[in-house]
């Protein structure tokens, strides 16, 4: 099973800062990393897949690069709406799919 | 609208089973693999398998296996996972996924979850 890491656990940060989120899997996934953002009482929400592919409607603010085992998730100047949860999670290896354990991204 | 809407969530004992439902809405169910995914304190987002579109092809992680299986019904737009020998720590929101993709294993609709609760 391939497990994923996430760093930092909590990242605080001003609005319209840019925040740098990362993921590190523990073999290679290749480029199949998505990230997720989840909001208090609702279900994640895709905003990359493929390591670096905006999924539909993601503003391009977010931005995901990497590959391999080391990933990146960036998202440049925060806004209100973006203060929430982020996951990663691999499909290269599967099954298991598997999860990050989350950063969460807080109001500085 | 493409939406999924899981319902059968409740309290239970533990030992006893139940059945989750997830209804999709707004896209063709039958053209897509589904996944069940639950999420706790303890373990964070754990995917617990998928299902292809015809039904033919089931994935599971260990932990589940022998005790979960999952189902679907194209006529009915529906998804199940029907889960047996309930354990404490199986408590959790279940949500029911659509898989990006086939093979492609991650999920770019989700339901609202099912609170599923485990205790005596």
């Known amino acids: 099973e391939i497990v994923m890491t996430q760093s930092p656990a909590t990242l605080s940060v001003s609005p319209g800062e840019r925040a740098t989120l990362s993921c590190r899997a523990s073999q290679s996934v290749s480029s199949h990393l998505a990230w997720y953002q989840q909001k208090p009482g609702q279900a994640p929400r895709l905003l990359i897949h493929s390591a670096s592919t905006r999924a539909t409607g993601i503003p391009a603010r977010f931005s995901g690069s990497g590959s391999g085992t080391d990933f990146t998730l960036t998202i440049t100047s925060l806004q209100s709406e973006d203060f929430a949860v982020y996951f990663c999670q691999q499909y290269n290896n599967w099954p298991p799919i598997t999860f990050g354990p989350g950063t969460k991204v807080e109001m500085k | 609208e493409v939406q999924l809407v899981e319902s059968g969530g409740g309290l239970v004992q533990p030992g006893e089973s139940l059945r989750l439902s997830c209804v999709a809405s707004?896209?063709?169910?039958?053209?897509?693999?589904m996944s069940w995914v639950r999420q706790s304190p303890g373990k964070g987002l754990e995917w617990l398998g998928n299902i292809n579109q015809d039904g033919s092809e089931k994935y599971f992680v260990d932990s589940v296996k022998g005790r979960f299986t999952i189902s679907r019904d194209n006529a009915k737009d529906s998804l199940y996972l029907q889960m047996h020998s309930l354990r404490a720590d199986d408590t959790g929101v279940y949500y029911c996924?659509?898989?990006?993709?086939?093979?492609?294993?991650?999920?770019?609709?989700w339901g609202q979850g099912a609170q599923v609760t485990v205790s005596s």
């Open positions: 707004g896209f063709t169910f039958s053209r897509f693999w």
């Open positions: 996924a659509r898989d990006l993709q086939n093979w492609v294993v991650t999920f770019d609709t």
